[in-house]
């Protein structure tokens, strides 16, 4: 069995939620009673906001390499980054990591490529609706991406980095994120949404259908990384 290295902490909230899923997506495949080796590296969220806000990409890349070397160091195998923001540097992450990586956008996309799915809503941060990052990667695949508003983005992002990323999970916010992608639907037609911040499926996750699919970027990325881990 391969040891999976996490890189956690961007936030806090989603990196607990990995881990847990991590345990029980790892015992539904191996039922001898075992546990899954894994290693978080939990790394200051703040930090990571800081450069990303300032475009300060080579000193993201920079930084998270360094932390992807001490999960080499301490003995995974591969890593991932548990959050969707940091993929805006990914590919020169990659290209610069001691150890293999697993992307959150690429696991997404094959999971909508497995659904049929050709047209999706994003949902995420600013940086994460407004990048490149995932549209390039579906694009590759023949698929087109639609993201909020203006105003709904920034609604968006406010209660993710004010709220979500903190723990709080209001109702309110909840009814105001599904009506967001109610309107989406009805404007871009839709035919699944992404849930790209890790933190979105913790107050979506249980959410009515919305007549259309929910892509839980955790989930999806986590089922991944325990069939990596088992190959």
Request: charged share 25%.
């Amino acid at each position: 069995m391969k040891t999976l290295g996490i890189i956690g902490g961007i936030g806090p909230e989603s990196t607990m939620d990995y881990y847990r899923q991590i345990i029980a997506a790892y015992r539904e495949q191996r039922q001898d009673g075992s546990y899954p080796a894994i290693i978080i590296n939990s790394i200051d969220l703040n930090k990571i906001r800081d450069l990303v806000t300032a475009n300060a990409l080579a000193d993201l890349t920079a930084h998270l390499v360094a932390e992807v070397q001490r999960l080499a160091r301490a003995g995974a195998d591969f890593g991932l980054l548990a959050a969707n923001t940091p993929h805006i540097v990914f590919d020169d992450l990659h290209r610069h990591s001691p150890i293999p990586l697993l992307s959150i956008v690429q696991a997404t996309c094959d999971a909508a490529k497995v659904r049929g799915l050709r047209r999706l809503g994003l949902l995420g941060t600013r940086f994460t609706m407004q990048g490149r990052f995932f549209p390039d990667v579906f694009a590759r695949a023949g698929m087109t991406l639609a993201v909020p508003t203006a105003d709904e983005q920034d609604y968006v992002h406010d209660k993710y980095m004010d709220e979500l990323v903190n723990g709080i999970f209001l109702p309110e916010t909840r009814e105001r994120l599904l009506e967001i992608i109610d309107r989406l639907k009805e404007r871009e037609d839709i035919q699944g949404v992404i849930l790209g911040g890790t933190e979105l499926p913790l107050i979506l996750r249980d959410a009515a259908s919305r007549d259309i699919p929910f892509l839980d970027t955790t989930q999806i990325h986590v089922r991944a990384a325990v069939a990596r881990m088992l190959c």
